[in-house]
């Protein structure tokens, strides 16, 4: 007879609690130190995620400030010549982004006055703002209590509260999306999101993830599978 997986469960409220403790913990003594979050500005929170996809954060750092002295506003974007927005952009490399962040400072300017939306709804009907962009707006921009899932984010939830199956999956991803939402905590999303961020990025890594000095081994269901 064919075995059936049981049902994706959420974490419970206790495993949740301990989660956000530990690891607001963690980024209040390791959480690196970037320009974008010093700042609760949509336009500079949405030009730096739009640069950090598929980019790695030293390679954004030098551009960010860049962009932001020759395009300090939506206003200012929505101005400039698309051949000139592009080659700005250079080095980053895929550029359909460049193209896609002009385009959200237009419909922004001749829409909204120059303004990002916060509901959700609205922020994912411009072209090149997806749920996760739309999420990060909307807790560093807005610090509205809202789930944020990129590669980093989705690895750390999947090997602490699953452990096991595809976590490429359209169904795994749609829990994680779910597991996600549950963590979000009513005070401190901003750095809470900012946290997982970080912990993927330095911790809980791809290759060789770093479990031995790793504050949720203990309840990690992936480090604890593997024994």
């Known amino acids: 007879m064919k075995k059936t997986r049981a049902p994706l469960a959420m974490p419970p409220p206790p495993d949740r609690r301990r989660f956000r403790q530990r690891l607001l913990a963690w980024y209040k003594r390791h959480g690196r130190d970037l320009p974008w979050r010093k700042t609760d500005d949509p336009y500079h929170i949405l030009v730096s995620e739009i640069m950090l996809q598929q980019t790695q954060v030293d390679r954004v750092l030098p551009k960010y400030e860049e962009w932001l002295v020759k395009y300090p506003s939506f206003e200012a974007l929505a101005s400039a010549?698309?051949?000139?927005?592009s080659k700005t952009w250079y080095p980053l490399g895929y550029n359909i982004r460049p193209q896609r962040l002009h385009s959200i400072a237009r419909e922004a300017v001749a829409k909204y006055g120059g303004q990002l939306p916060a509901d959700e709804e609205t922020l994912r009907s411009f072209k090149g703002i997806g749920a996760y962009t739309a999420g990060a707006?909307?807790?560093f921009a807005f610090r509205e209590r809202a789930a944020i899932l990129d590669t980093n984010v989705a690895r750390v939830l999947f090997?602490?509260?699953v452990g096991q199956g595809d976590p490429k999956s359209h169904a795994m991803k749609q829990h994680?999306?779910?597991v996600s939402a549950t963590l979000v905590p009513n005070?401190?999303?901003f750095d809470f999101n900012q946290a997982l961020m970080d912990f993927g990025a330095?911790?809980?890594v791809a290759r060789n993830p770093r479990c031995l000095i790793c504050p949720?081994?203990?309840s990690c269901r992936a480090f604890n599978n593997a024994d």
């Open 159 to 161: 090997r602490v509260f």
């Open 187 to 189: 005070r401190h999303v």
């Open 137 to 139: 707006i909307r807790s």
């Open 202 to 204: 330095m911790v809980c």
């Open 176 to 178: 994680l999306w779910k």
């Open 216 to 218: 949720m081994a203990k």
């Open 81 to 85: 010549p698309e051949q000139e927005v």
